[in-house]
């Protein structure tokens, strides 16, 4: 299982620039020898989060995808294929956030976006993508993080039991709830499926192109698809119950005048009433109840985007345990 390296990556992103699926580019379309599952792996919804393209690199080089799939389809998407091009042209470090979208987070979508009018890229590229994404039957949407966080999965709504099977044999432990349902907007994977109903989750593989982090990326996509029947083989199954923190609020700051208070990080544990953030004038913000803080930023002063939730709120850790 090699880890291609940075050139690696942008020589798939080549290749999929050039690649297109019913005229929409940046997909990948392959079809085993007889129907079964319709898997859509999705990279790059956010332009600086590589290690979807590793997950390519790895599928079509490696494991020579296109001839070892034994049914069904699978659709290879580069979501955000302008802001991953931006990526990879950057000068410096201190542009890498500027790669993550050119206008619009594509994990904050408006809920009318399929039907608006808007010319926004992101806007226009989720409308020419929406094809692709409904036919999908079941769902993976790869992430990773500024910050060296543990791997997460990341379940759509609060139904971990619809994914439990599909999710057996990946590296990961910490599962996210209820996630979308709280957060500003809508996710991409939001618009994956016929409906709300079929098996779609993301995961959050750790810190952006960290060699373990793309090794956990193929990992859980090679599992992926040998528990969907679709590659040859079992996954070996190391883990099976989950740290769950199930995402109840958010902290979301008015201005720029508030900080949180030291710096944070993801899972820290927080009590009810605990001052978080304040600003010079006097205005504070409290913990809510007993839990934990996920993915905080780690932005402070006028760096911070406060366009977004600047961190998620979920109850107390539980374990979940999967038979």
Same mark, same amino acid.
């Given at each position: 299982?090699?880890? /291609?390296?940075?050139?690696?990556?942008?020589?798939?992103?080549? $290749?999929?620039?050039?690649?297109?699926?019913?005229?929409?580019?940046?997909?990948?379309r392959i079809d085993g020898p007889?129907?079964? /599952?319709?898997?859509?792996?999705?990279?790059?919804?956010?332009?600086?989060?590589?290690?979807?393209?590793?997950? *390519?690199?790895?599928?079509?080089?490696?494991?020579?995808?296109?001839?070892?799939?034994?049914?069904?389809?699978?659709? =290879?998407?580069?979501?955000?294929?302008?802001?991953?091009? %931006?990526? *990879?042209? #950057?000068?410096?470090?201190?542009?890498? /956030?500027?790669? %993550?979208? %050119?206008?619009?987070n594509m994990n904050r979508l408006? +809920?009318?976006?399929?039907? &608006?009018?808007?010319?926004?890229?992101?806007?226009?590229?989720? #409308?020419?993508?929406?094809?692709?994404?409904?036919?999908?039957?079941? !769902?993976?949407?790869?992430?990773?993080?500024?910050?060296?966080?543990?791997?997460?999965?990341?379940?759509? !709504?609060?139904?971990?039991? #619809?994914?439990? $099977?599909?999710? #057996?044999?990946?590296?990961? +432990?910490?599962?996210?709830?209820?996630?979308?349902?709280?957060?500003?907007?809508?996710?991409?994977?939001?618009?994956? !499926?016929?409906?709300?109903?079929?098996?779609? *989750?993301?995961?959050? @593989?750790?810190?952006?192109? +960290?060699?373990?982090?793309?090794?956990?990326?193929?990992?859980?996509?090679?599992?992926?698809?040998?528990? =969907?029947?679709?590659?040859?083989?079992?996954?070996?199954?190391?883990?099976?119950?989950?740290?769950?923190?199930?995402?109840?609020?958010?902290?979301?700051? /008015?201005?720029?005048?508030?900080?949180?208070?030291?710096?944070?990080?993801?899972?820290?544990?927080?009590?009810?009433?605990?001052? =978080? @953030? $304040?600003?010079?004038?006097? !205005?504070?913000?409290? @913990?809510?109840?007993?839990g934990h803080l996920i993915i905080?930023?780690?932005?402070?002063?006028?760096?911070?985007?406060? &366009?977004?939730?600047? &961190?998620?709120? &979920?109850?107390?850790?539980?374990? %979940?345990?999967?038979?």
């Open positions: 299982m090699s880890t /291609p390296t940075m050139k690696g990556m942008e020589a798939v992103l080549r $290749e999929f620039k050039k690649s297109t699926c019913d005229g929409v580019s940046g997909v990948m007889k129907p079964g /599952p319709v898997l859509g792996i999705t990279a790059c919804t956010h332009g600086n989060e590589p290690s979807g393209l590793a997950i *390519f690199h790895h599928l079509l080089n490696d494991l020579r995808i296109k001839e070892a799939l034994k049914c069904g389809t699978l659709y =290879l998407v580069v979501n955000n294929i302008h802001a991953a091009g %931006r990526f *990879f042209t #950057r000068v410096t470090e201190e542009e890498w /956030p500027g790669c %993550r979208f %050119r206008k619009i408006p +809920k009318n976006v399929l039907t &608006s009018e808007g010319q926004q890229y992101e806007l226009t590229r989720t #409308r020419e993508l929406r094809p692709i994404w409904e036919r999908f039957t079941h !769902g993976l949407d790869i992430h990773s993080t500024l910050s060296d966080d543990k791997p997460m999965i990341i379940s759509r !709504g609060n139904n971990f039991d #619809r994914i439990a $099977e599909f999710v #057996r044999g990946f590296p990961i +432990k910490v599962l996210i709830s209820n996630i979308d349902a709280i957060q500003i907007k809508q996710p991409a994977f939001a618009f994956y !499926g016929a409906d709300s109903k079929i098996p779609v *989750f993301a995961i959050e @593989a750790g810190q952006h192109t +960290k060699s373990a982090t793309l090794r956990t990326a193929h990992t859980c996509a090679v599992a992926l698809l040998q528990n =969907l029947g679709m590659l040859p083989g079992v996954p070996k199954v190391t883990n099976m119950e989950y740290e769950e923190y199930e995402i109840a609020s958010s902290i979301v700051f /008015p201005d720029k005048s508030l900080d949180f208070i030291r710096k944070f990080e993801t899972f820290d544990g927080i009590r009810k009433g605990e001052l =978080l @953030a $304040e600003s010079p004038e006097g !205005g504070t913000v409290l @913990a809510p109840f007993d905080p930023t780690k932005m402070r002063k006028e760096k911070k985007d406060i &366009s977004e939730e600047v &961190s998620f709120i &979920s109850l107390p850790m539980k374990i %979940r345990k999967v038979d």
